[in-house]
Nanobody
Framework: VQLQASGGGLVKAGGSLRLSCAASGGTSSVYATGWFRQAPGKEREFVSGINWSGGRTNYVDVVKGRFTISRDNAKKTVYLQMNSLKPEDTAVYYC?????????????????WGQGTLVTVSS
């Protein structure tokens, strides 16, 4: 499975971005997807996740109410809509996939990773 993350960029505080994670190859099975981020000098951390049907989602507390995760299985793509961005959201964002229905919330739970997309929020 190959994952292509995109949509990052430079935005001012209060602005919005939409990240995409497109999957290809070997994706006929059920999988859940998580978005993680890694700020400079910090460990990669869970941000949000969604199960295969999209019926279950979860978010880390600091992004609740600002970020929304969704998926379009016909396009094999998971999205992360990020609104009201803050400078502390600045990081490289990665999408990770875990086979099955359980949403990955730890980095060691992901079976595949995308290459990351940089989000920079200026104050």
């Amino acid at each position: 499975v190959q994952l292509q993350a995109s949509g990052g960029g430079l935005v001012k505080a209060g602005g919005s971005l939409r990240l995409s994670c497109a999957a290809s190859g070997g994706t006929s099975s059920v999988y859940a997807t998580g978005w993680f981020r890694q700020a400079p000098g910090k460990e990669r951390e869970f941000v949000s996740g969604i199960n295969w049907s999209g019926g279950r989602t979860n978010y880390v507390d600091v992004v609740k109410g600002r970020f929304t995760i969704s998926r379009d299985n016909a396009k094999k793509t998971v999205y992360l809509q990020m609104n009201s961005l803050k400078p502390e959201d600045t990081a490289v964002y990665y999408c990770g996939v875990k086979w099955g229905w359980v949403i990955p919330t730890r980095t060691d739970e992901c079976d595949y990773w995308g290459q990351g997309t940089l989000v920079t929020v200026s104050s």
